[in-house]
């Protein structure tokens, strides 16, 4: 899984410092691992392996810090964002999806508690209050949200509802929210089972693993 790589490569004692610089101390050695595989397996097998193996490493830091930047953005959890990455995935969406929504609902929920007629209008199909979604973070809110259009039988008037707080991508929401807040809590119990969840620290340390995945890919390519 993603994350788990995420975490062998982040949570190590030396936080991916020394073991880069160890890395380099063995350069020499993975040299000439490097000349008798490509001996034995060809030139093209040798860096294919290779390439494998960096690449995974890339895709889970990429993957980390993408998630890192959103967090950023719209003020919601590392941890929440990634368990809904994965529920966004089971259901057909992606977390694009999600996290557009989610600044779309923040500032729909600031403009109703502004008095702002368009924005109070879209809250009117669900059983909540500006207040208390005020009051809470963006990823309660989300979900109650959610749970509450879960309950709504119509299915016409509820993705009017979801487009109506969510923007144009509320609809692609619906999936997510069908079992309403305990589906949505499932699926990020799940995506935490499979070490899916990314930690708060694990995103801060993502674009340093990053830089020096970039600089382990350099010396691997210097093995030619």
């Not at 490097?34 to 494998?52: C, E, N, Y």
């Not at 500006?130 to 299915?155: T, Y």
Request: glycine share 8%.
């Amino acid at each position: 899984m993603a994350n788990n790589t995420v975490k062998t490569l982040l949570t190590a004692q030396d936080n991916t410092g020394p073991a880069f610089n160890s890395a380099n101390a063995n350069m020499n050695k993975l040299k000439t691992v490097s000349a008798g595989l490509t001996k034995v397996l060809g030139p093209l097998a040798v860096a294919a392996a290779v390439g494998a193996i960096l690449n995974m490493g890339k895709n889970a830091i990429d993957s980390a810090d993408k998630i890192s930047k959103l967090s950023d953005s719209i003020g919601v959890s590392t941890v929440a964002l990634s368990e809904y990455q994965h529920a966004a995935q089971l259901s057909g969406t992606n977390i694009e999806t999600v996290s557009s929504s989610l600044k779309k609902m923040q500032k729909n929920i600031s403009d109703a508690a502004d008095g702002l007629s368009t924005a109070k209008r879209a809250f009117q199909g669900v059983n909540l209050s500006i207040s208390d979604l005020q009051k809470m973070k963006p990823e309660e809110a989300f979900e109650l949200i959610g749970d509450e259009l879960s309950k709504v039988d119509d299915r016409a008037r509820r993705t009017q509802i979801a487009m109506n707080i969510f923007g144009r991508s509320g609809a692609d929401l619906l999936p997510m929210f069908k079992d309403g807040a305990d589906g949505i809590k499932l699926m990020r119990e799940e995506a935490s089972s499979l070490g899916l969840t990314l930690t708060q620290e694990m995103a801060q340390k993502a674009a340093d693993a990053k830089d020096a995945m970039q600089r382990l890919d350099t010396t691997f390519k210097g093995l030619g």
